[in-house]
């Protein structure tokens, strides 16, 4: 597949000296759905006003289907937005906002009605063609900015935290119907997120953003399950990190004990992140295990239990479909595949 | 609800001091001296259309004018820094603390045939120009005296249209002239209405303007009424009449005015 965006080290700094992006590379296949990923103030939406054309890097250089398009202002990249918060415009209905961008492209009125019907079929939005904007719900306004949007077949379509307003239940359907909008148009899709969640069910590929640094790219089970660091680790779903350290290849000991692993490569007696997914802990009779601690808490979850074990070092988070009293003393075991060792450090670039 | 109830002061102020009022307009408009109906003045007013033309001409001159002016005012102010919209605001509206008449005062001086610019000019060994008891005066005094009361109430519309409207505009493959064609004005419009009623409706019932900077020649529907109620003239039941059909003119261009605004809030 070939890269439709690319990014060379971009760099944005404001006026203030504040870098907000601090050498960002990026490659982004065409027909691909790529998310970015990261806490508030990581840069995401940053990047995405880049891509856009809304902000100019303080340096580097921002291709689009090879060639740089620094400078080129927004109205003339092929690439459309859905706004966070939808930017509709309230004095035209829902056909005239999905009709702008073709009426300001002088489209042949013929052409209009095809293509605005086509795309109101798409979001389910036939027989609102008349009504105000403002007289929408929020789901029926996300889908008259997204058909807003895509009616004028750009080949890149941004999308900027686009269903933040909606509750969840609006939200899971809207995922899974982006998502398959985004395979049979065959478009690009870069979509900013906060909500690792969000990012894990509808993604070709996620980028993990902190501090300005992209932290890891890949796919939703590469970053899942091979997380780089210990604060990728931490944001894609819960995990246990503790402080460990490796004596030699396959072998990490922490809370002061030597367990069996897979990874290798690091120096001798390297500190370093270890970390464990809460799924991953198996509670064992307490005799028998390395690691043991009292169960402080018990949430019920709904599929599983949330268990909260504290190990005199450090504390657990455990999920297992079998509860254990509280204040009862249990082991815990790891399989060697399931320990994540990772390099110490806060905000690495790649 | 009881809170109607506070609302009663007002109605007592409206009837005294808006609709009784109206009505002996009226009755003055429709009477003679002994009370009796007669036609005779509507049809009088007939007389004065050449000044019912020129004031409608030179208020809506200045009403343009105005426009022209504050409208892209109004839009920087608007899209300020929100502490430096404050200071600017003051210095729009610092003329207004001003008397209206000092204000008009003040031109006279700077227009006048031995004025401060006649003056300039002849020190640059330039002839003096007539510039004072022009219609041109007139609008200028116009354009300086209701400027503000244009670009307050574009700017207030202004204020309130969201940021990314203009960069969904723009992402929308618009221009900035085309998003001002397409976003800005059709959001601005409620605004723009306003402020033409708010100038235009004072502009064309002024008479001191027209006074002091007009002379004698450029007399306006004000000066025609005034005339008739406290000038050489007397003749209240004129005035009535003149008053009446000012309003009526008034009325027609407001609700043709309302035609362009989708949610009618002018004030009529």
């Keep these: 597949m070939e890269n439709i965006i690319n990014l060379k080290d971009i760099v944005v700094e404001f006026e203030d000296g504040e870098k907000i992006l601090k050498n960002i590379n990026l490659d982004i296949k065409d027909k691909e759905f790529v998310t970015f990923l990261g806490p508030s103030g990581c840069g995401k939406t940053t990047t995405l006003r880049i891509i856009a054309g809304f902000l100019e890097p303080t340096s580097g250089d921002v291709f689009f289907d090879g060639q740089r398009i620094n400078g080129l202002p927004p109205h003339k990249r092929n690439i459309n937005t859905v706004f966070q918060r939808y930017a509709l415009f309230p004095h035209l209905n829902v056909y005239e906002n999905i009709a702008f961008g073709l009426r300001v492209k002088k489209v042949p009125e013929k052409e209009i009605v095809s293509r605005v019907g086509e795309m109101l079929e798409m979001v389910n939005l036939m027989g609102f063609e008349k009504r105000s904007v403002n007289r929408l719900s929020g789901g029926q306004q996300q889908r008259v900015a997204i058909a807003r949007a895509l009616v004028n077949h750009p080949k890149v379509l941004l999308l900027d935290e686009p269903l933040g307003a909606l509750d969840l239940k609006l939200r899971k359907e809207m995922q899974i119907e982006l998502r398959k909008i985004q395979q049979e148009l065959e478009l690009t899709f870069v979509y900013v997120t906060h909500d690792q969640e969000e990012a894990l069910t509808m993604s070709d590929s996620i980028v993990v953003m902190n501090n300005g640094y992209i932290q890891q790219i890949g796919s939703p089970t590469d970053i899942y399950n091979e997380p780089v660091n210990a604060f990728v680790a931490d944001f894609i779903g819960e995990s246990n990190i503790i402080n460990g350290s490796m004596p030699k290849d396959c072998v990490v000991e922490f809370t002061g004990k030597r367990f069996e692993c897979v990874d290798k490569g690091f120096s001798p007696n390297e500190a370093v992140d270890v970390v464990i997914r809460p799924e991953d802990v198996r509670i064992i009779p307490a005799e028998k295990a390395q690691l043991t601690g009292r169960v402080e808490s018990v949430v019920f979850k709904g599929v599983h239990y949330e268990m909260c074990v504290d190990g005199v070092d450090n504390k657990w988070i455990i999920h297992s479909t079998k509860a254990c009293p509280v204040g009862s003393m249990v082991g815990m075991t790891v399989d060697p595949d399931d320990i994540h060792i990772m390099k110490k450090s806060e905000d690495n670039a790649l | ?268």
């Design chain 2, 1 to 268: 609800m009881k809170l109607k109830y506070f609302s009663a002061p007002y109605l007592v102020w409206m009837v005294v001091f808006i609709v009784v009022p109206l009505i002996m307009i009226v009755y003055f408009a429709f009477t003679t001296d002994n009370g009796s109906f007669t036609m005779k003045y509507i049809s009088d007013v007939g007389q004065y259309a050449n000044i019912f033309v020129r004031s409608i001409w030179l208020s809506l001159i200045a009403t343009a004018i105005c426009l022209v002016i504050a409208y892209p005012v109004a839009f920087i102010l608007s899209r300020m820094d929100k502490h430096k919209q404050g200071t600017m605001l003051m210095i729009v509206m610092l003329p207004m603390w001003m008397n209206f008449l000092l204000r008009t005062y003040a031109w006279m001086t700077i227009l006048g045939n031995n004025g401060i610019i006649n003056h300039i000019l002849n020190i640059m060994g330039f002839e003096s120009v007539r510039l004072i008891n022009t219609s041109g005066a007139v609008v200028l005094g116009m354009v300086y005296n209701y400027l503000p009361f244009m670009i307050l109430p574009l700017y207030s519309v202004m204020e309130k249209i969201d940021k990314s409207l203009f960069e969904a505009a723009d992402d929308l493959g618009c221009s900035p002239v085309s998003t001002l064609f397409r976003v800005v004005i059709p959001l601005s419009m409620p605004g723009i209405t306003s402020g033409i009623t708010m100038v235009f409706v004072p502009a064309i019932s002024t008479f001191i303007i027209s006074r002091m900077l007009g002379g004698g020649s450029n007399l306006l529907i004000g000066d025609l009424i005034e005339m008739q109620f406290l000038g050489n003239a007397y003749n209240p039941h004129l005035g009535a009449a003149i008053s009446l059909v000012l309003m009526v003119i008034i009325l027609v261009i407001m609700t043709v005015m309302n035609q362009f605004d989708p949610d009618e809030q002018v004030l009529m």
